[in-house]
C-alpha cells in the first residue's frame, strides 16, 4: 500500500512535469551551433498572432533565427517565400528584416509582411510560409509555417433587376409572359470580382406571386438562365427552398455575369389584383450547398 | 479560466466571420398585375342573365370593367353563343354542334349593345346561351359565363319592344323568310351538293369546290387521314354575316354562323350546311381544319353570290342528316314567325 503510495506520487510528478514542458517548451530556445529557422508565426497588423486572414488583409511574418556561432559565421540572409492556395509563388525569396528584438542569446527576429490581393490573386485555402536562413560560412536552415485565406465571395445585381421585376399587367389565361424587366438583356446576376473562389448561383422565392390584400396565389411562375445570351423560354418553375438541382449559374468565375429572366402564366379566373414576392438570389462556393 | 473564455469568444467570432462569407445573398421584388374582367349584362333594362322567351327580341347591354378596380374597359370583344338553336346555316345534326354567334366591342365607357333573339324553341337538351369576353389585343378570353332561357316555348308580342338596331334586324328577318322558302325546297326534296373534303394531318387540304350557292344545301364530306384515317380531326365551318337570327348582323354587331364536325374512328366527319348569305353584306365562308390537339392546319374559303337564291332543281345528290335539317326549318320558321311579330309591334 506504502509503494502504491508512493508511485502514485511520482507519477503525478511525472504528470505535472508533462504538463509543464508541453507549456514552457515552445518558449524554451535551444541554441543551436548552425543558423536555425524556427516555425514561422503569423500576425495581422497589429501584430495579434492570427492564421486565418480575409482577402485584402496584411499578413505579418515573423521567424525567430538563431545563430550559436553568429561570430565567426555571422547570419548572412533571411528569406521569405509564400505560396498560394492553388500553389502558385506569390512571394519568392523576398528577404526578411531584422527587428533588432532578440529571442535570446545569439537569436533574432525577422520580419516580413505580404498584403494579400483580392479574387482570384487571393485564392482562399492554405497558403504556406517557408523561411530561409543563411550565414556567411555557407550554413543554412529552413522551416515552414501554414496561414488560411478565408472564402471570400459577393454576387450583385444589375441595376434593372435589383429595382424589382414587372410583369405588367397580364390577363388571365396568359401563358409564360416574360418579365418586361428582364428582356434586352436588362437582368444580370455578376460575380464579383473581389470573390477569391468561384461559384454556383442558386435562386428561390419567399413565397408564390401573392395577391396584395388577398391570400390567392400564382405558383406558375419560371426562370431561366443562360451565360450568353437573352434566356427565351422558361426552365424551372420557383421553388420557396433554394433549387440547387437548377442552379442560376454554375461554377461562375470571379468577374463573370449570368443572365436571368422569368416568367409567369396566369391562370383562367385568377383573381385581380396585384401580385408580388421576393426573389432570392444566393452564391456560394462551387460545390457546396451553403444558402 | 477568463483566458480560455476570451478564447472562446475569439473561436467563435471567427467561426461566424467563416460561416458568414461562405455565401452571398440578394433579393429583388416581382411584381404582376392580373386583370380580370368581369361583366353586367341588363336585358331589356333589367340586370340579369336571363332571357324569358325563346323567339322574343330582346334589348341587350353589356358593361365589361375590371373586376379589382372596377373601371370600365372599352374595346373589348364580347361574344354571345347560342348552341344548338334554330340555325339555317347549320342545323344541329348528327356528330356536329351547330352555334349562332353575335360579336360586339365595348366603347369607350365600357359598354355595348345589340339586339338578340334567343332561338331556343324546343330547344334540344344541349341547347345554352353564353357570353365570353375576350381582351381584344392579346386575343385572351377574360370571362365566360352562361345565359339561361327561362320559357323555350314561343309567345306571341303582347307589348311594344325597344331594341337596338331595329331596322337591320328586321331586314334581316325579311332576307331569313327567303332564305328559309327556298333552301326549304331543297330540303324537303332531300337533295342539294355533296362535297368531298380530304385532309391530312400535315395539312392538306383538297375541296371538291370552292363555290357555295346561297339557299342551297351542301352535305361535306370530310375525310381526315394521315397513314390511314385519322380521328378526332376538328372541322370547324363558319358563315360571318349570314342572315341569322339570334343575332342579326347589325351596327356594331357581328353575325356568325357555325358548324362544328369531328371526324369519327373511320376519319369521316359528314355535316350539311345552307349558305344564306342572300343579301348581305361583309360575309363570308370559311372551312378550317385543326388537328386532334387543336391546332391550326388549314383553311380555305368558299366564294359566294350573294345576290341570287338557288331554285330548287334536281341534282340527283341527297344531302346527309336531312331529317335533322328539315326540323331544324321547321323550328326556323317558327321562330320566325314570333320574332317578326314582335318586331312588328311598335
Known sequence: MLIK????????????????????????????ATPSVYQPQTFDETYVEVSVFDIGEKVVVRANVSDSDASATPLDTVYMNITDANGNLKVSFDEMVDTGETCGTDCWIYEQNYTLGTGTEAPAGTWTIDVYANDTGGNEDTNSATFTVNVYLAIALSTPLAGGIEFGN???????????????????????????????????????????????????????????????????????????????????????????????????GQKAGVYNNTIYFCACKTGTSNC | ?????????????????????????????????????????????????????ASQPYNVTVKVFNADTLQPIKNAKVEFNERSGASIFTAPQSSTTSTGRGVVYTDSNGFASL?????????PSDYNLSVVVYNNESGTEMLRKYMNLANTGAVEASFPISVPNRVEVANTLTR???????????????????????????????????????????????????????????VFLEEKNGNLIFVAPQSGAISYGIGNATTDSSGWANFT?????????????????????????????????????TDYFSTGETIKNQVDVANTLTKVLTVWSYANQWLGYE
Open chain 1, 5 to 32: 503510495k508512493r508511485e502514485l506520487v511520482l507519477y503525478s510528478l511525472i504528470f505535472i512535469l508533462i504538463i509543464s514542458l508541453s507549456y514552457f517548451a515552445p518558449k524554451i530556445l535551444i541554441i543551436l
Open chain 2, 1 to 53: 479560466m477568463r483566458k480560455w473564455l476570451i478564447l472562446l469568444i475569439l473561436l467563435l467570432i471567427i467561426g461566424v466571420k467563416t460561416v458568414s462569407s461562405q455565401k452571398s445573398e440578394v433579393t429583388t421584388p416581382s411584381n404582376a398585375t392580373v386583370i380580370a374582367y368581369d361583366i353586367t349584362i341588363w336585358i331589356n333594362g333589367v340586370e340579369t342573365l336571363t332571357f324569358e322567351n
Open chain 1, 170 to 268: 397580364l390577363d388571365p389565361n396568359t401563358i409564360n409572359s416574360s418579365s418586361l424587366t428582364c428582356q434586352n438583356l436588362g437582368c444580370n446576376i455578376s460575380v464579383s470580382s473581389d470573390s477569391n473562389v468561384n461559384v454556383d448561383v442558386v435562386v428561390k422565392v419567399n413565397a408564390p406571386l401573392t395577391r396584395q390584400g388577398g391570400t390567392e396565389t400564382i405558383e406558375t411562375q419560371y426562370w431561366n438562365s443562360s451565360l450568353t445570351q437573352q434566356p427565351s423560354s422558361p426552365a424551372y418553375q420557383f421553388q420557396t427552398s433554394y433549387d440547387y438541382t437548377h442552379k442560376v449559374g454554375s461554377n461562375l468565375e470571379p468577374g463573370s455575369n449570368v443572365i436571368f429572366n422569368t416568367w409567369v402564366t396566369i391562370p383562367g
Open chain 2, 176 to 234: 331569313v323568310l327567303s332564305v328559309w322558302s327556298y333552301s326549304n325546297e331543297w330540303v324537303s326534296n332531300n337533295e342539294g351538293r355533296r362535297y368531298s373534303v380530304n385532309v391530312s394531318n400535315s395539312g392538306i387540304l383538297e375541296v371538291e369546290s370552292d363555290y357555295l350557292n346561297v339557299s342551297l344545301p351542301v352535305t361535306f364530306e370530310v375525310y381526315a387521314y394521315k397513314e390511314g384515317a385519322q380521328e378526332g380531326v376538328k
Open chain 2, 115 to 123: 339586339t338578340i333573339i334567343p332561338t331556343g324553341y324546343a330547344a
Open chain 2, 273 to 309: 350546311i345552307i349558305p344564306t348569305g342572300y343579301g348581305a353584306s361583309d360575309y363570308n365562308v370559311t372551312l378550317t381544319i385543326y388537328d386532334q390537339n387543336g391546332n391550326y392546319l388549314n383553311e380555305t374559303w368558299f366564294a359566294v353570290d350573294t345576290s341570287t337564291l
